[in-house]
């Protein structure tokens, strides 16, 4: 498609459980981002991928996030041993380079509900 | 520390009236600053950027934005709302540093009244 697709589009999971979030970003891009927003919160810096490589990873809250992308292009953000908290919109994002002057594209994000 | 700051959490305005939502930021550096709509259900889209050059920068949908350094701010207007414009907004910094990580303020929430 034209945009970036993420799936599943809505996750209710029970605590304890690990997740899977996947990101296909806009054909071409290298650039990659992962995004959390909380209710009533804003737009919370995950991690950044170049390519296949994460060079920023400081904003995973706890080491049971964790991301990886292959072949530069699918993203995949896991969430082991899941908990309340972490219920939120996970959005993914991808840019054509990484240099500021690239505009960011964003998916519709992913629902996790965690019961 | 860069941060954002949006401080009107909900606004409401009638049809056909002007609009303004403000944003203020911190950083260090020339900013690079962003403004996003999120309509319920949809993803964000970008509305207008700020880089360099002119501090009236013109978006889509009628939106514009104004950076002025001595406020720290970046606020978005509009002169005439629309129905349609009923969405949250997200004002941006974008941290240079060899990538573009974007830090976002909480949201303004707009509603529009017929």
């Known amino acids: 498609g034209a945009g970036v697709s993420q799936s599943p589009s809505n996750k209710v999971t029970e605590k304890g459980k690990d997740v899977e979030l996947r990101c296909d970003p806009i054909?071409?891009?290298?650039?990659l981002y992962w995004y959390r927003q909380s209710l009533g919160q804003g737009l919370e810096f995950l991690i950044y991928?170049?390519?296949?490589?994460?060079?920023?990873k400081s904003g995973l809250p706890s080491d049971r996030f964790s991301a990886e992308r292959t072949g530069g292009s699918v993203s995949t953000l896991t969430i082991q041993r899941t908990q309340q908290e972490d219920s939120a919109v996970y959005l993914c994002?991808?840019?054509?380079?990484?240099?500021?002057?690239?505009?960011?594209?964003f998916g519709e994000g992913s629902w996790l509900t965690v019961v | 520390a860069q941060s954002v700051t949006q401080p009107d959490i909900h606004i409401t305005v009638s049809e056909g009236a002007s609009l303004e939502l403000r944003c203020n930021y911190s950083?260090?550096?020339?900013?690079?600053l962003f403004w996003y709509v999120q309509s319920p259900g949809q993803g964000l889209q970008l509305l207008l950027k700020?880089?360099?050059?002119?501090?009236l920068v013109q978006g889509i949908k009628g939106f514009e934005a104004e950076f002025k350094r001595s406020q720290s701010s970046f606020n978005l207007r509009k002169p005439s709302v629309h129905w349609s414009d009923a969405a949250e907004y997200f004002c941006?910094?974008?941290?240079?540093?060899?990538?573009?990580?974007?830090?976002f303020g909480a949201g303004t929430r707009l509603a529009v009244h017929p």
């Open positions: 994002a991808s840019s054509r380079a990484s240099g500021p002057g690239n505009t960011i594209y």
């Open positions: 054909s071409g891009h290298t650039a």
């Open positions: 991928f170049q390519g296949n490589s994460a060079p920023d």
């Open positions: 950083y260090g550096a020339t900013p690079y």
């Open positions: 700020y880089f360099s050059g002119d501090t």
């Open positions: 941006a910094v974008g941290v240079t540093g060899g990538y573009n990580k974007l830090i």
